[in-house]
């Protein structure tokens, strides 16, 4: 059975940071694109981050990019997204997400939400002063 299950999140300043993990079980981890997710409540899914089966190839929304880090320790079974100097806007509820297929030969559509195979229950993340 897939597991995702997502912590660390909660209320932040302005300009701080959070480190989101994601752990990980029911499947082979290291072999799986793996995606961080954002909704505000009203609004649709935002795709975020993702990266690799390895590790080695990250992408990130041009929201987030050069503020946030995505990466994974594939000997824990564990994804994350380090979150800096955050802003208002990023306040929303963040999602951990595996890929549905692997092997993938070329890099997948992040935004192709239907291909995801399994998501986490979301972790709140809110940024205000």
């Known amino acids: 059975q897939v597991q995702l299950v997502e912590s660390g999140g909660g209320l932040a300043q302005p300009g701080e940071s959070l480190l989101l993990s994601c752990a990980a079980s029911?499947?082979?981890?290291?072999?799986?694109?793996m995606y961080w997710v954002r909704q505000v409540p009203g609004k649709g899914l935002e795709w975020v981050s993702a990266?690799?089966?390895?590790?080695?190839?990250?992408y990130y929304a041009d929201s987030v990019k050069d503020r946030f880090a995505i990466s994974r320790d594939n000997a824990k079974n564990t994804l994350y997204l380090q979150m800096n100097s955050l802003k208002s806007d990023d306040t929303a509820v963040y999602y951990c997400?595996?890929?549905?297929?692997?092997?993938?030969?070329?890099?997948?559509?992040?935004?192709?939400?239907?291909?995801?195979?399994?998501w986490g229950q979301g972790i709140q993340v809110t940024v205000s002063s």
């Open positions: 997400a595996k890929d549905g297929i692997a092997p993938r030969f070329s890099n997948p559509i992040f935004t192709n939400f239907n291909d995801y195979g399994s």
């Open positions: 990266i690799n089966p390895g590790g080695g190839r990250t």
């Open positions: 029911g499947f082979s981890f290291s072999e799986y694109w």
